[in-house]
């Protein structure tokens, strides 16, 4: 179920290489894979969703978050999506809260005003109240 935070971004669980004509139907222009592969047992390859979106025409990044969290560069690599993009994007992962968290903490560098990406990841039902500290962090150094 594609979840949309905002007109630039949506989130959804893991999706498939099948489900990539819709998506594009849906106006997205871009997707991100915030999963590693071989995370869960029985889900696709990045590789398949990759030749899938690019096949469509759509561009295509993997910024995979692990057990581990999230890092800058995973920080700047969703920020580099998000500025590039031609388009809605729609990033998921395995329930889609990682990233709904990645795309409020990009934003958050990006200069957005925490309390509303706290709304927006509310509104697409993500309580992003947690990342509150880091996402004040970022965007004061914005």
């Known amino acids: 179920m594609i979840r949309n ?21 849906a106006g997205f222009a871009a997707v991100v894979n915030n999963r590693p592969d071989d995370e869960q047992a029985g889900q696709p390859a990045g590789d398949a969703i990759r030749a899938a979106v690019e096949a469509a025409g759509l561009a295509y990044t993997a910024i995979p978050i692990g057990q581990g969290g999230f890092s800058h560069p ?15 994007v729609l990033a998921f992962c395995r329930s889609g809260t990682r990233s709904c968290n990645l ?8 200069g957005d005003d925490p309390q509303e990406l706290i709304e927006k ?9 947690g990342l509150r500290p880091l996402l004040d962090q970022l ?3 914005a």
Not at 10 to 20: C, K, L, M, N, T
Not at 74 to 88: I, K, R
Not at 121 to 129: I, K, M, S, V
């Open 5 to 25: 935070v905002d007109d630039s971004i949506s989130v959804a669980p893991q999706i498939q290489p099948e489900d990539i004509a819709a998506i594009k139907a």
């Open 74 to 88: 995973q920080v700047a690599a969703m920020v580099d999506v998000l500025e590039d993009a031609q388009g809605p």
């Open 103 to 110: 795309w409020a903490l990009a934003r958050a560098r990006m």
């Open 121 to 129: 990841g509310a509104g697409a039902g993500y309580d992003l109240e």
């Open 139 to 141: 965007a004061a150094q």
